[in-house]
């Protein structure tokens, strides 16, 4: 049975912090899940650590499709949310409708994540009265990297917190479920937890918040370079060379496949040949 909006909703009020995380593919999201995720988000971040693009602008709907079928098909507990890519829900409604549906249908998710705040609220509302459930996400908001001018800390001045909240209000008043706030201070990212209902899951957003999700590549340690909110609980990077090196070296040196790794017939039978 997966893990639903009342469940995660429920996790706030029990004060029991939600644990997300990325995955794209069906190996990992079968070991997250395993490992005891809540929910993953197959995050349009795939498209810089998965795919090789320069930021997530690239993204298509189709890409999108593909890995979140493939992370579905891999989970059975973990509610997983598809993330919106870039101008597939601010064209139109319509628009933002048949896309979240593809999600749903397409991708077998079971909610998705849109960015913004107050400027996405009537599509967000439209989406949810349709019966999809929608994370929002507010904050550092990569698809708008271009108009932000880079990878930066948002609401640093009260204006910008001001502005950051009234988004948060305007997401849950519009019925998303919960809100991602990406690279918000702490201390305003525990006061946004604190004004409104619905839960607000950190990334690089403090301790206070009701959960936490990361890029599951930088917790492995896929890459040399993360992000500062980033841990890297793992060097998989090195383990991974380390063990390709072993098998090139191996296969060099003629000691690789053995008799264990070998199929074998009676030598009688080739005798004719």
């Known amino acids: 049975m997966r893990y639903t909006i009342a469940d995660i909703r429920e996790m706030k009020a029990r004060k029991e912090k939600i644990l997300m995380i990325t995955a794209y593919d069906y190996a ?9 995720m809540h929910m993953i988000l197959v995050g349009d971040s795939l498209g810089m650590v998965v795919l090789g693009y320069e930021s997530t602008i690239p993204v298509t709907m189709e890409e999108m499709i593909h890995h979140t079928r493939a992370v579905t098909r891999a989970t059975k507990k973990c509610m997983v949310v598809g993330d919106m890519p870039f101008m597939t829900y601010t064209i139109s409604i319509e628009d933002a409708l048949r896309n979240a549906a593809r999600f749903i249908q397409q991708g077998g998710c079971q909610s998705v994540k849109l960015e913004g705040g107050e400027t996405v609220a009537e599509t967000v509302r439209r989406i949810v009265n349709c019966g999809i459930p929608v994370c929002g996400h507010i904050g550092l908001t990569p698809q708008s990297v271009n108009q932000m001018g880079g990878y930066k800390i948002q609401g640093k001045t009260p204006e ?14 519009a019925g998303a479920f919960a809100v991602v706030l990406e690279c ?9 937890s604190r004004r409104i209902a619905i839960p607000t899951i950190g990334i690089g957003a403090g301790l206070d918040c009701d959960g936490q999700v990361q890029v599951v590549s930088d917790v492995l340690g896929f890459y ?9 609980y793992a ?12 098998y090139a070296a191996e296969v060099r040196a003629g000691t690789f496949p053995t008799a264990k790794q070998s199929y074998s017939m009676d030598a009688r039978l080739l005798e004719g040949l």
């Open 184 to 192: 918000v201070p702490s201390e305003l990212a525990a006061l946004i």
């Open 28 to 36: 990992t999201a079968r070991l997250v899940e395993e490992a005891g």
């Open 160 to 173: 910008a917190a001001a502005r950051l909240l009234n988004d948060a209000v305007c997401l849950e008043q």
């Open 224 to 232: 040399e370079l993360a992000p500062k909110h980033a841990k890297k």
């Open 235 to 246: 060097d998989l990077a090195g383990v991974i060379k380390k063990a390709v090196a072993d």
